[in-house]
C-alpha cells in the first residue's frame, strides 16, 4: 500500500530512487531541524505525489511537554515563512477548516492570532504608530458544508475585489508518524487542497487557481488509520512482505488523532498566527507585535 501523508519529508523518506528532481538541504537551528525539499521535476513530482516546488519542514517544536522556547521557534518559522513572500503589498490570509471539529480547527483558530492591518490607513496609522504596518486581510471562510460555497469560490472571489500580491492559507494536514502530529510545521509555495488533512479534499488554492503565488502553512494533526497500522507493522518488523500487509479501505475515512489534540490544536495556532505576524511584519520586533495580538 502506499502510505497516506501530506508532509513532503516523509514522501521524500519513502524514495527510494536517487534522481536529481530533488534536492535536499537540512540544517539545525538551536533543538529544531528544518529541511528544505525542492521537488524541480515532474517525474519526481510524480513520485513523491506532490506538485512540483518548495517545502519546508520545521520538527522538534515543544507543543506537547512544555511550550518553552517559543519566541525562538516562531522567528525561524517566520524566517521561513517571509523567504517565500514578495517583499510588498497586499497578503491575504485564510484559516482553513471547520472549528467544530478539534483536529481540523488548526487553521480558524490561527486567524485569531493575525494581525488584520488593511483598515489602518491614513491618520489613523500614524497617530497609533502603525504607519510601518504591511497591509494584511484576514479571512476564516468556513467549509463547505456549513456555507454551501467552496473554499476556493470564496478566496478566488476575493482575490478579484483585493488583488492581493500573494495568499497565505493555513490548515491541517495528515501525517505518517504519529510523533509528527502537533509537533512539525510545513510550509510551501504549491498551494493546498482543502481538507487534505481529514481526507475531505476539495478544490485546490495554488497560483494557478487564484492567479498569485499561495503559500500554506499546516500542522499535522491525524494519522490515517491504514497508514498508522502499515507503520507499526513494518517498525516492528511483522511484515516482510508488502502483501502480507493487511489493506484497509481509504474510503472508510477512519483518522487517529492524539488524546491532547485539543492542547496541541491551542499551542501550534499560537504558534503559526504569530510566525505569520513576524513573517508579514519585518518592521516590527517580536515584543511590539506580541503586544498588538495580546
Same mark, same amino acid.
Given at each position: 500500500m502506499q502510505p497516506r501523508t501530506d508532509l513532503a519529508i516523509e514522501a521524500n523518506e519513502l524514495?527510494?530512487?536517487i534522481d536529481s528532481g530533488v534536492e535536499v538541504d537540512e540544517k539545525r537551528l538551536l533543538d529544531i531541524r528544518i529541511t528544505k525539499i525542492d521537488i524541480?521535476?515532474?517525474s519526481a513530482a510524480e513520485r513523491l505525489h506532490k506538485p512540483v516546488g518548495r517545502y519546508i519542514t520545521v520538527e522538534g517544536l515543544h507543543l506537547r511537554e512544555s511550550f518553552r522556547d517559543v519566541r525562538e521557534h516562531i522567528e525561524a518559522v517566520a524566517n #521561513?515563512?517571509?523567504s517565500l513572500l514578495p517583499e510588498k503589498g497586499l497578503i491575504l490570509v485564510s484559516g482553513l477548516g471547520n472549528r467544530?471539529?478539534?483536529p481540523d480547527a488548526l487553521g480558524p483558530e490561527s486567524m485569531e492570532h493575525i494581525l488584520a492591518t488593511r483598515h489602518i490607513t491614513g491618520e489613523l496609522a500614524r497617530s497609533t504608530g502603525l504607519d510601518g504596518m504591511r497591509p494584511v486581510a484576514v479571512l476564516s471562510p468556513g467549509v463547505l458544508g456549513q456555507t454551501g460555497i467552496e473554499t476556493a469560490?470564496?478566496?478566488s472571489g476575493i482575490c #478579484?475585489?483585493?488583488r492581493p500580491c500573494a495568499v497565505i492559507v493555513v490548515d491541517a494536514l495528515a501525517a505518517r508518524e504519529a510523533q509528527r502530529l502537533g509537533t512539525t510545521i510545513q510550509i510551501c509555495n504549491t498551494g493546498i487542497s482543502p481538507g487534505s488533512g481529514v481526507g475531505?479534499?476539495?478544490?485546490k488554492l495554488n497560483s494557478e487557481s487564484l492567479g498569485v503565488p499561495v503559500i500554506s502553512v499546516g500542522v499535522?494533526?491525524?494519522v490515517d488509520a491504514a497508514t498508522l497500522a502499515y507503520e507499526l507493522l513494518r517498525k516492528n518488523n511483522l511484515c516482510e512482505m508488502e502483501e502480507n500487509i493487511p489493506e484497509f479501505s481509504i474510503k472508510d475515512g477512519m483518522m487517529v488523532t492524539p488524546d491532547d489534540i485539543d492542547m496541541l490544536t491551542q499551542r501550534a495556532s499560537k504558534l503559526v498566527g504569530m510566525s505569520i505576524n513576524c513573517a508579514l511584519q519585518r518592521n516590527y520586533d517580536f515584543d511590539t507585535l506580541a503586544s498588538l495580538v495580546s
Open positions: 524514495n527510494d530512487d524541480k521535476t515532474d #521561513e515563512i517571509s467544530e471539529i478539534t469560490e470564496m478566496i #478579484e475585489k483585493l475531505n479534499h476539495r478544490m499535522p494533526t491525524v
